[in-house]
């Protein structure tokens, strides 16, 4: 299975600023199919990013995505409070879908 | 509108089974796959299969191939997933999503169940 791995674990950030995610495949994505979901405490995860830069229904502007093969990223500009949670990416391009361990945006 | 709406938590002790509900709403039941993915707490999601509705074909991830058992009622439009042989490691939030016509990715998600496996 694509095992994804996220960096960096944690992200202190202030109000404002612009935040940049990486996750790492350990095999190209089949079709760049990569994922991004934010989580709060106690909710469901909630789509972001799919196919790796296209915007799911409803997702601002401020939320982007890039990458392919095996490198992905997901920026998050002008920071505001309800932004701050944890970010997973996530592959579906092939069986099983697979993961990453999240990285958590956090009020510096 | 879309919802996926999940059973309530629950308490079970090693080796038992546990079935969790996902009713869905708002959409024609059989025209979506309905995934199960669970967290551990504090851990990542883990993706655990599908299954179609339509016809009630079922794919498992590997880590759970022997233990998950995913059904549907399509009269009562309500997708289950049953875990056995629990352990403690299985202590989780389970949570059933659906993607849409747009992207394979799991847009809509229901609320989660709570399975805690305790003595």
């Known amino acids: 299975e694509i095992v994804l791995t996220q960096s960096p674990g944690t992200l202190p950030l202030s109000l404002g600023e612009t935040a940049t995610l990486s996750c790492r495949a350990s095999q190209t994505v089949t079709s760049n199919y990569v994922a991004w979901y934010q989580q709060k405490p106690g909710q469901a995860p909630r789509l972001l990013i799919h196919a790796a830069s296209r915007r799911a229904t409803g997702i601002t502007d401020k939320f982007s995505g890039s990458g392919s093969g095996t490198d992905f990223t997901l920026t998050i500009s002008r920071l505001e409070p309800e932004d701050f949670g944890v970010y997973y990416c996530?592959?579906?391009?092939?069986?099983?879908?697979?993961f990453g361990q999240g990285t958590k945006v956090e009020i510096e | 509108q879309v919802q996926l709406v999940q059973s309530g938590a629950e308490v079970k002790k090693p080796g038992a089974s546990v079935k969790v509900s996902c009713k869905a709403s708002g959409y024609i039941f059989t025209t979506y796959a309905i995934h199960w993915v669970r967290q551990a707490p504090g851990q990542r999601l883990e993706y655990m299969g599908w299954i179609t509705p339509g016809n009630g074909n079922t794919k498992y991830s590997p880590n759970f191939q022997d233990r998950v058992t995913f059904t549907r009622d399509t009269s009562a439009t309500t997708a289950f997933m049953e875990l056995s042989s629990l352990r403690s490691e299985d202590t989780a939030v389970y949570y059933c999503?659906?993607?849409?016509?747009?992207?394979?990715?799991?847009?809509?998600w229901g609320q989660g169940s709570l399975v805690t496996v305790s003595s």
């Open positions: 999503a659906r993607t849409t016509e747009l992207t394979t990715a799991l847009f809509h």
């Open positions: 996530q592959q579906y391009g092939s069986s099983p879908w697979t």
